[in-house]
């Protein structure tokens, strides 16, 4: 004789398991996504605005009184 539908678990906590797994995915997608975008926006040599400026100085992409412009607007 075929089981109850106990055993397929279609009656699991009155029928409100598919809310806990649809709660379960929505996490999963939520941590993944949450992951790449943190990855996407993460600088990965590790400067700071003021480092970057400094570089930018030297190179001479800015001259020394945007430097101190910009230097002044980010402290």
């Not at 398991?17 to 590790?46: C, E, P, S």
């Amino acid at each position: 004789m075929m089981g109850n539908f106990y055993d397929m678990g279609w009656g699991g906590w009155f029928g409100f398991g598919w809310i806990f797994m649809l709660v379960f995915w929505g996490l999963v997608i939520w941590g993944i996504l949450a992951l790449v975008r943190d990855d996407k926006y993460r600088r990965r040599d590790g400067k700071n605005p003021v480092d970057i400026l400094k570089e930018r100085y030297a190179k001479g992409e800015i001259n020394k009184e945007e430097f101190e412009r910009m230097k002044k607007d980010l402290m």
